[in-house]
């Protein structure tokens, strides 16, 4: 059985580490969890006991982070930042299901909106994301710039 909750503590964040793509940095979860804006939903195998924390409690097996994004003249949408769910639990619906409840929380605070960005190779990716009723917007371009971090990571 899958659960899905909110990620609250630092403990929690870093418990799901194994589902990003590298370790988890306490400063980094800190403030993300600091920022009401923005939100960490796991999802937890209840019938899994997660061996990195000595057993006892689920283990993580997926995640989804948005980020709430307001402009003047639009209001706030959320944008989903990441998704990821372990491979042993794939082709379950656990990223929909993740998807689902990232757009009830937007719908539960107000936001008029959802949006994703995601390669036109990642066909995993829009599948899940048109399951849980998203749309593409074929004339899209995302052009990035990159720097080193203030703290040098």
Known sequence: MIRISRAG???EVVAAEGLYDGPARKDAAERFLASDDHHLLLAHDEDEEDE???GGSPKPVGFVSGVEVTHPDKGTEMFLYELAVDPAHHRRGIGRALVAALAELARERGLYGMWVLTDRGNP????????AGAEAEE???MLTWT???????
């Open 9 to 11: 503590t630092v403990a």
């Open 52 to 54: 990195d924390d000595g």
């Open 124 to 131: 995993a990716a829009l599948a899940t994301y048109r399951s």
């Open 139 to 141: 004339d899209c371009v």
């Open 147 to 153: 720097w080193p971090a203030a703290d040098g990571s």
